[in-house]
């Protein structure tokens, strides 16, 4: 077994830990998912061997390809956290138990109509995009309650939480700032009281940013170079707005 990728997920977890000490939070309360995005299957045997079950994938492709040979190992959970087309869907709600990235009607639609057909239902994430950046996916956070209340028609998607991704190349207050929004989001959400919504959940943070989510009230943060070590593919290859595609 490389050493490596265990060292890295012990530094991770002290890291999570200190975080959730500095404010007052306990570190059961944050779920550490790996994303695994480019990610070799070795790499990810190594990660279920120091522990870890929670992944997510970014691409519908890469999603299919690992999933089957990654069966063996029944404590696996697949999430699925990259921009997601319409046209993937079928793929997608084969293998995973939650997508964080639902961010328009559209897609709201196409799984739910995937859903009905597989008389089965998926927890979802709202994305939000906090930073107002182009670059990036998500609905903008003054149309997330309609966006929640659109969704509310169908009854195969359970509206968990939140999701977002912080400001790139930012400083560690803006990317907090971005991380605040989501929250004062999810407090909104939650003052409507809709029994059809759960608000408990909201994924921020990655490897640069994630000890300032776990401040901000993060449940779920998403870590892949940290344990993992570098991509050979930029991050806006993962959610570039020109690969809309279908949408």
Request: aromatic fraction near 6%; include cysteine; proline fraction near 2%.
């Amino acid at each position: 077994m490389d050493q490596l990728v265990e060292q890295n997920l012990n530094t991770v977890r002290q890291q999570m830990e200190l975080a959730c000490i500095a404010s007052g939070r306990h570190i059961d309360d944050v779920k550490l998912l790996l994303a695994t995005k480019t990610v070799s299957l070795d790499k990810l045997h190594q990660a279920i061997q120091a522990g870890e079950a929670l992944f997510g994938e970014n691409k519908a492709q890469e999603l299919r390809d690992k999933f089957p040979l990654m069966q063996q190992h029944k404590q696996a959970e697949w999430h699925f956290i990259g921009h997601l087309q319409t046209n993937k869907v079928k793929d997608v709600v084969k293998y995973v138990t939650l997508i964080h990235s639902v961010d328009r009607l559209k897609l709201g639609q196409a799984l739910h109509q995937q859903l009905t057909k597989e008389n089965k239902s998926m927890d979802i994430l709202v994305q939000i995009n906090t930073s107002y950046e182009e670059s990036k996916f998500g609905a903008p956070p003054e149309t997330a309650l309609e966006l929640v209340e659109q969704l509310c028609q169908f009854d195969t998607l359970k509206i968990k939480g939140l999701m977002t991704i912080g400001k790139l190349n930012a400083t560690s207050e803006e990317t907090r700032d971005c991380f605040r929004l989501l929250k004062k989001v999810q407090a909104q959400i939650k003052d409507r009281n809709d029994p059809r919504v759960e608000m408990d959940t909201l994924s921020m943070g990655m490897s640069g940013d994630f000890k300032v989510a776990i401040e901000e009230g993060a449940t779920i943060i998403r870590v892949g170079t940290s344990v993992f070590g570098q991509r050979y593919l930029p991050d806006s290859y993962y959610w570039n707005e020109n690969m809309r595609g279908d949408d």
